[in-house]
Structure formats: structure tokens, C-alpha cells
């Protein structure tokens, strides 16, 4: 909650500071890394850093916290800031680091708002800041806490178990223990992280969703090759590199978009390798009987670029209540639609739970059908693969 004092003050400099976030988080971020290298080394991905897309996401987080606060400075926005936490768990984020970044955040707060950081300006963003950041570090010191393990000390070594070639560009791995222990249990819908060593000496973190439903002695992860270097640098690594009884570092599991116990129906809306989270939810349904109602969107290419393809049909059939809509780009697929998802073109039944996962344009255009054809905001949930640009505005 901000103070008497400082709420006038943010309320004032709050166009000022974000019309300047982009230029302020390009400073932090230059700042921080020619301070600290290895954290663009073996923390940051070096691919959102070069697209500019943790930038964007950063100035979008603070600008959606400062103007929660204003607006309702009683409650905290707790959706987004779960979302965040599960993220940083994953990539085994400690409490000191959120020190490094006020430090060197409101160095470039300074550097590019110059005089107008007056005393009170500086105390009052940072009534912004350390409410965030000490929310953040308290839930992931629960999050750290729900796994067992202490703070940071998410990573273990994994063994590649299983390599299946799921379409040209997409690659199945299966992952076990090396010394046979059973893996960490977790809820359908939740990512991993695996870092691996790069011929530079970096230590390269992406998440991946697990693919298969929770109870199963391996996990398996799904891992589209991204062009581009440094964006693609650790799916084409995998790729190209990761053979059965390899290694490979991987963190416990997290993430928020979790399936809801209950018998209420369900749409699940996918796009692209966004079909991931919605594989585990499916098997699991299944593997536990479910009868619930379970309408599936799935949007791709082609039937050729869809990975998974047959496997999705089998799980949402073996669903009493499952029906499966399929949309290709490519036309005359005889059992799809062609063209975008359109939601709107189905029956959706009364009081359904929606979870989204692909591109954020196919995600905002389904919710913005869902929205329109009566389902509550509340109960539209999505997954994002890399930085949430998303953050503020559909939570």
C-alpha cells in the first residue's frame, strides 16, 4: 500500500516515468549486465534480451503494479504477481538479486529523468518498487518452500530417456532420474526449466511445458526449434545435441495455469507448440476418469506442422464428454476447419473454465470471443511462452 505522501507523487510522475520505461529499462538492463555478466550469461535469456521482449515486459509489469496501486491501494494484483514468482522460481531467482535490481534500476530511473528525481520522487517510486519485489520474494519463498527445496536451489541433473521426432522442426524428449529416484510430482499444465551449456560457456535457460500427464516415472517436454540465434540457441542446441543418456539440467516444476479440481466443463484453446500444458491436462483427465465436459481448440499450420497431431485426438477421445475442433492455415484438411480459431462457432456450455496457450494474437483474439460470448474474464486463463507482454491486461 502506497503512503499519504507517496501516492500524490506516483499519481503525478506516473505519465512521466511511463513514457520513459523503454528507454529507462534499456539503461537498467545495460547497466546491470556490464556490472554483472554472468547473469546475462547464465540467467537472462539472451534472446528476449536481443528481441527487446524482457525490456517490454519489465516496463509493462511496473507500469500495471504502480497503476494497481492508485487504483486500488488496498489490495495487491496478485494474478500478475503469481504469474511472475512461478517464472522466477523456475529459474531459481534469490531474494539479494531483487537488490541488485533497485540498485541499478533507479540508477537509469535517474539517468534519464535527470532533476525531476527529486528526493520525494525517488522515495515515493520506491514505495513501487520494494512492495513488489518483497511480495515477489515472499512467494517464491513459498514456492521454494511447496517444492522442498531452499531458496534458489531448484536445478537437477536429468538423464534423456526417450528422443521422439514429432515433426520436422519439433523434438519429444523423455527425461528420468539418472540413479532411478522418482521425479518431483506436479499439476497438469506446469513448465520446467532445462539449462544447458552452450559452445560460448554460457548457461542458457528456456521453459518447457510438461507434455504428459503427472504420475508417469518420466517427464517429457516438447521443443519447437526457434529460428534465429540467440533466440533459437538452446531449442536448436536440444536439437541438434540432446541424445538418449544424455544430461541435462532441469528445474523442479512451476506455473499457475493449473487445471481446476471439479467436475465444471472446460475449454481448452491451443495454438502452435501452445498445445503442450493442454496434452498434460488431457492425459490426466483421462488417466483419472474424468467425465467432465472438455471442449478442445486447436489452431496450426498444417496437419503436417502439428506435433502431437494423433496423440491429441486419442486423449480427447478417450474423454466421455470430449470433442476436439481442429483449424489449419493450410485449406481442404477434411476433418478441420480452415483459417483462424474461431470460438465462436461452437456451443459453449454455461459457466466453462477456458485455458489459452500459443501466440499472444491467437490468445487475445480468443479471449476477446469468449469475453463477448458471456464467459467471466475471471475464468479465462493462458499460458505464455517467454516474457508475458500480456501482463495488466488480461489478467
Same mark, same amino acid.
Given at each position: 500500500m502506497l503512503s499519504e505522501q507517496a501516492t500524490p507523487v506516483v499519481r503525478a510522475t506516473l505519465p512521466a516515468v511511463g513514457g520513459a520505461l523503454d528507454e529507462i529499462t534499456e539503461r537498467f538492463y545495460a547497466g546491470m549486465f556490464a556490472a554483472h555478466p554472468e547473469l546475462l550469461r547464465d540467467l537472462f535469456n539472451r534472446g528476449n534480451q536481443a528481441t527487446g521482449e524482457q525490456r517490454k515486459a519489465l516496463?509493462?509489469?511496473?507500469?500495471?503494479?504502480a497503476g494497481a496501486l492508485l487504483e486500488n491501494p488496498c489490495t495487491r494484483p496478485d494474478v500478475m504477481l503469481s504469474r511472475i514468482a512461478h517464472k522466477h522460481a523456475s529459474l531459481g531467482v534469490t531474494s539479494e538479486q531483487y537488490k541488485v535490481v533497485h540498485e541499478h534500476l533507479f540508477a537509469a530511473i535517474v539517468s534519464v529523468l535527470g532533476e525531476a528525481v527529486t528526493p520525494e520522487v525517488a522515495q515515493a517510486w520506491d514505495e513501487v518498487y520494494w512492495p513488489m519485489a518483497n511480495a515477489l520474494i515472499a512467494l517464491e519463498a513459498r514456492l521454494y518452500e511447496e517444492r522442498g527445496v531452499a531458496e534458489g536451489q531448484v536445478w537437477q541433473e536429468l538423464e534423456i530417456a526417450g528422443r521422439h521426432e514429432e515433426t520436422p522442426d519439433t523434438v519429444s524428449f523423455s527425461l528420468r532420474h539418472p540413479d532411478g529416484l522418482p521425479l518431483t510430482a506436479f499439476r497438469p499444465g506446469q513448465y520446467v526449466s532445462v539449462q544447458v551449456e552452450l559452445p560460448d560457456g554460457a548457461r542458457q535457460i528456456r521453459q518447457y511445458s510438461l507434455s504428459a500427464a503427472p504420475g508417469r516415472p518420466e517427464w517429457r517436454i516438447t521443443v519447437k526449434r526457434a529460428d534465429g540465434d540467440p533466440a533459437g540457441e538452446v531449442s536448436s542446441w536440444l536439437h541438434a545435441?540432446?541424445?538418449?543418456g544424455d544430461r541435462v539440467g532441469v528445474s523442479v516444476p512451476f506455473g499457475d495455469?493449473? #487445471? @481446476?479440481?471439479?467436475d465444471g466443463p472446460l475449454l481448452l484453446a491451443s495454438a502452435g507448440i501452445g498445445a503442450t500444458p493442454m496434452l498434460a491436462m488431457l492425459d490426466h483427465l483421462g488417466r483419472t476418469g474424468s467425465t467432465r465436459p472438455v471442449t478442445v481448440v486447436?489452431?496450426?499450420?498444417?496437419?503436417a506442422a502439428h506435433a502431437h497431431r494423433e496423440e491429441l485426438r486419442r486423449l480427447v477421445d478417450a474423454l466421455p464428454q470430449g470433442t476436439l475442433h481442429l483449424w489449419y492455415e493450410e485449406p481442404g484438411t477434411a476433418d478441420a476447419h480452415s483459417g483462424r480459431a474461431d470460438v465462436t462457432a461452437l456451443e459453449l456450455p454455461a459457466g466453462l473454465t477456458a485455458y489459452l496457450c500459443g501466440? #499472444? @494474437?491467437f490468445m487475445r483474439a480468443v479471449r476477446g470471443d469468449l469475453l463477448a460470448a458471456g464467459v467471466a474474464p475471471a475464468d479465462v486463463h493462458y499460458e505464455v511462452f517467454g516474457p508475458d507482454l500480456w501482463l495488466g491486461t488480461a489478467a
Open positions: 516496463a509493462g509489469s511496473i507500469a500495471a503494479f545435441h540432446g541424445r538418449v495455469l493449473v #487445471l @481446476p479440481e471439479g486447436h489452431a496450426d499450420r498444417s496437419p501466440p #499472444l @494474437p
